[in-house]
């Protein structure tokens, strides 16, 4: 059985910083991302990574305040985030897939059940 299990979330005064963490289980993935979603917007991609950090992609609105990585060895992807704002708050979902990095939510097999951010002014 294939499952990917967020950890991390919580509550954060902004400007803050949290580390999202993700372990799959059952499969490993070429390509590991994360999307998140804030109540009554469709989801966003966050960042995707491939298999040993060759590749990264950031979505605009995170670029220079996130980070992507994987620890390959424990099947693991982790999001670092800082410098959060009200505006990150959102329920943050891990996503993995095998081919290429991707940025579409719809090209990704398997989802985590999510993890609630939230970004207090």
């Known amino acids: 059985q294939v499952q990917l299990v967020e950890s991390g979330g919580g509550l954060v005064q902004a400007g803050g910083s949290l580390r999202l963490s993700c372990a799959a289980s059952g499969r490993t993935f070429s390509i590991m991302g994360w999307f998140r979603q804030a109540p009554g917007k469709e989801r966003e991609f966050v960042a995707a990574?491939?298999?040993?950090?060759?590749?990264?992609l950031y979505g605009d609105s995170v670029k220079g305040r996130f980070t992507i990585s994987r620890d390959d060895a424990k099947n693991t992807v982790y999001l670092q985030m800082n410098s959060l704002k009200p505006e990150d708050t959102a329920v943050y979902y891990c996503a993995g897939r095998n081919g290429a990095i991707a940025t579409i939510q719809g090209n990704y097999d398997y989802w985590g059940q999510g993890t609630q951010v939230t970004v207090s002014s």
């Open positions: 990574i491939s298999w040993r950090g060759t590749r990264i």
